[in-house]
């Protein structure tokens, strides 16, 4: 059986408010548990050989939430940041953050630029925040900046591409979404068209390195047709290209 290598992983990391909410703590805990598993993840997306895992922090969306709620995310991007700076470094990760950061505090800007700029030789794994993030918001920025430093020019797919935030991302083989929840709120909706979605009922402070790399593992058997059919179906077709012609003529 084939196996596709994935090499963009997408992960939305939901369910952190109901996690704690059914331990009758207040939403904010389910946030501070769930930021201490985000270096297991990354850890093991290295061990597996992925080339970049994307994971939704903070969406554009986010900013309606109550401030005490937003300004804990914050303080946890910082906190996870500092902590993880020595790890990100010692094991060749390219760390950056992708979206609109600059509601963020001076300081915490300053620690993002930093890690961003000393990871930026590094060769291994592509880490990347989604943080002020939205696909849309993402799509419409490319297209105006596209618009404005080629006034009269067509676009075209590989000239967007080009124009995204990261666009040496790439498109997302795998998109995972913790917390029961099966839809894509606007992440990466461009770099997914074409993405194996997966849903697992497991709440992200819950999401443990076995269940990602069964995951992995399982994702990885399925086929990828892109709007093709598959091969063996293709090898059949041309076979019996005789017997097609006269089911065309005849119809
Ligand atoms: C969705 O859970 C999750 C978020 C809005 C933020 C994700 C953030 C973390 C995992 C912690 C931050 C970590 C770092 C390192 C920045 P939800 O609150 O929507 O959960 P719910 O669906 O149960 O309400």
Redesign the pocket.
Known sequence: MAVNKLEHIAI??????????TRSHA?VW???R??K??SNIVEEADDLGVRALT?????TE?WS?PVT?VSV?FK??K???IKERKRVLKNNIQFKVMGDTSKLPEKTKEIIADLENDSANNTGLKLT?A?GYGGRDEIVHATNRFIKENPGKEITEELLQSYLLLPELGDVDLLIRT?G?QRISNFLLWQSAYAELYFTET???DFKKEEFRKIYEFVSLRERRFGNISSSDLQNSKKKAIENKEIITNF
Do not use: C, T
């Open positions: 939305i990391m939901d369910g952190n408010g109901r996690w704690a909410q939403r389910g946030h501070i769930g930021s598993i985000v994971l939704y922090a903070f969406s986010n939430r709620e995310l946890l991007l906190k996870f940041l925040f943080f917390g929840d709440q992200w402070p």
